[in-house]
């Protein structure tokens, strides 16, 4: 089998957002197969893989071939009450004995916060670099992925703005991105576990040399800045970067597996019936060094 990588709007998103085939992800990969991925996350940013019917250990090894993952920290399930072990985030609506949280359990509540434009572990000094998401139960209908190209959305800011946000760093922390859903039930352990963190607004991808926008709905402040004007600035940003040119919106089918590059793209799950079984599970790669580390 070779590898194809083709874009999956060609007309309109030739660059974003590529279809894979000629890959068997339960079977570890040639080195040829690790290159050819990581060429094709280069070029778009995300890459769609259909028919992968891998369990968790199978995940692993495929993720593990890319580079070296980070741990599932940022949730906030107790540990005697997880579904997997913290190589994989539980991205479900699901407790341990597979049974479909209440609505109002207070871990249903705090993972609503991927409803909103975000980027991956945004709020950790080290951020993530790739995630892998496979979907093993989806329901009916509703609980689509969308993904925002964030290099075509900083390309497309005027030339004053880009300017003007080159050099800024933004304060991330899951406390600001709960903040807009009024969750804001932490206990103390947690509110120092995600106290701020600093991210540039503006990375270079190490790679393709291409500049991004680095938001994520987790950013809440920007250093200098007040934070009412910072917050209305930030927003301003997003509603530019998520307009409906730069973003593909995956309906998922049970078994694709989608991965995203984090340093270029934002996310956000749509909403589904909350009585209905959706079964996700994310690996995630680390960037190993800061946005800071990524100046433009
Ligand atoms: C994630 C995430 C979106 C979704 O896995 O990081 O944000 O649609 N998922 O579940
Ligand atoms: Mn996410």
Redesign the pocket.
Known sequence: MTISIVPQDPVSRSFFAGEVSGIDLRKPLTAEEVAAVHAGMDRFGVLIFHDQMIDDEQQLVFSRSLGPLEQATGDIAAPQDRRMSMDL?D?SNLDKNNKVLARDDRRRLFGLG?QLW?S?SSFKPVPAKY?L?SARHIPPTG???EFADMRAAYDALDEKTKREIHDMICQHSQIFSRGILGFDEFTPEERVKWAPVRQRLVRRHPTTGRLSLYLASHAGGIEGWPVPEARAFLRDLTEHATQRQFVYAHVWKPYDLVMWDNRVTM????RYDHTEV?D?R?T?LTNEVSSLEQAP
Not at 267 to 270: D, K, L, P
Request: hydrophobic share 20%.
């Open positions: 985030n991205i991927n975000h991956d995630s998401l609980g689509n992925t996310h956000r799950a749509r959706r996700m994310r995630t």
